[in-house]
């Protein structure tokens, strides 16, 4: 089984930056997609970035903010925002998927407010 841990979050002004991470622990051989998700109060989960056997694909909201990157070596999966809005605010979460299964993560805070 494959443990994601996310790490970045914080809280800070419009037009600033954050990098999130995601480690993956545990089982991380066969590891096909790495995604992030959020979630702000009152609203459904949604995909924000997702690498899936190399192809990349955003939600548009974050298209041109927002970079995914996946680093092998170290099992890590990167989120960088750029140019952050108050609307990015949200629990951000890590989703890994392996030999047919995902794993969530427990997720980290991004709050962007002036």
């Known amino acids: 089984q494959v443990t994601p841990v996310e790490s970045g979050g914080g809280l800070v002004q419009p037009g600033a930056s954050l990098r999130l991470s995601c480690q993956a622990s545990g089982s991380t051989f066969g590891i096909s997609t790495m995604a992030w998700y959020r979630q702000a109060p009152g609203k459904q989960r949604e995909l924000v970035a997702i690498?899936?056997?190399?192809?990349?694909t955003y939600a548009d909201s974050v298209k041109g903010r927002f970079t995914i990157s996946r680093d092998n070596a170290k099992n890590t999966v990167y989120l960088q925002m750029n140019n952050l809005r108050p609307e990015d605010t949200a629990v951000y979460y890590c989703?890994?998927?392996?030999?047919?299964?995902?794993?969530w993560g427990r997720g980290t805070q991004v709050t962007v407010s002036s």
């Open positions: 690498i899936t056997n190399g192809e990349i």
């Open positions: 989703n890994i998927g392996r030999l047919g299964q995902f794993t």
